[in-house]
T-cell receptor, first 114, second 114 residues
Framework: KNQVEQSPQSLIILEGKNCTLQ??????????LRWYKQDTGRGPVSLTIMTFSENTKSNGRYTATLDADTKQSSLHITASQLSDSASYIC?????????????FGTGTRLTVIP | SAVISQKPSRDICQRGTSLTIQCQVDSQVTMMFWYRQQPGQSLTLIATANQGSEATYESGFVIDKFPISRPNLTFSTLTVSNMSPEDSSIYLCSVRGTGNYGYTFGSGTRLTVV
């Protein structure tokens, strides 16, 4: 069964600190993996996208890693800011172009406090 | 990447009534997708809306409950019919981007049924 699991479910960190969010998946065959940021009550916004041949992808203070062998990905946030408070969703694509080939994690709720 | 305008952003509705959600895209796209995100849950695909043909619904979703229109390549509507409190969710539309932009999501409609 194609599944995407994220951990932790929620996380509270102090402003300025770093954190790492985890994503494990069982989707096969695998096409790519995306991390999205979703502010409360808003739609998800793409942070990074990686194919199986990519190990690391950065977008400002966000760095995503992918290990296609172990089917694990992480999202590292550096020097967190209050505006980083949001849900971070890992989305894995199987082969095919349709949206029914997308598998969503339940997200990690990050709260950054001053 | 495509820009999606979704409205309304939120609404509180009486049970038994219907609400129509609109999504406007700033470019022509073949497929548009509608998702539901129940509180604390990941996104669930409702249907794929193709221009000129009936929408394709995922298991558990039916046209009578969630009729969809797709009159042209830049616009779609989703109607939540005969609402009950269990329909309280965030509803999102999405389109597939090009290159490394993955899927773009609308800003979401937060629906509360009382």
């Amino acid at each position: 069964k194609n599944q995407v699991e994220q951990s932790p479910q929620s996380l509270i960190i102090l402003e300025g600190k770093n954190c790492t969010l985890q994503c494990n998946y069982t989707v096969s065959p695998f096409s790519n993996l995306r991390w999205y940021k979703q502010d409360t009550g808003r739609g998800p916004v793409s942070l990074t996208i990686m194919t199986f041949s990519e190990n690391t992808k950065s977008n400002g203070r966000y760095t995503a890693t992918l290990d296609a062998d172990t089917k694990q990905s992480s999202l590292h946030i550096t020097a967190s800011q209050l505006s980083d408070s949001a849900s971070y969703i890992c989305v894995v694509s199987g082969r095919g172009s349709g949206a029914n080939n997308l598998f969503f994690g339940t997200g990690t709720r990050l709260t950054v406090i001053p | 990447s495509a820009v999606i305008s979704q409205k309304p952003s939120r609404d509180i509705c009486q049970r038994g009534t219907s609400l129509t959600i609109q999504c406007q895209v700033d470019s022509q796209v073949t497929m548009m997708f509608w998702y539901r995100q129940q509180p604390g849950q990941s996104l669930t695909l409702i249907a794929t809306a193709n221009q000129g043909s009936e929408a394709t619904y995922e298991s558990g979703f039916v046209i009578d409950k969630f009729p969809i229109s797709r009159p042209n390549l830049t616009f779609s509507t989703l109607t939540v019919s005969n609402m009950s409190p269990e329909d309280s969710s965030i509803y999102l539309c999405s389109v597939r981007g090009t290159g490394n932009y993955g899927y773009t999501f609308g800003s979401g409609t937060r629906l509360t049924v009382v």
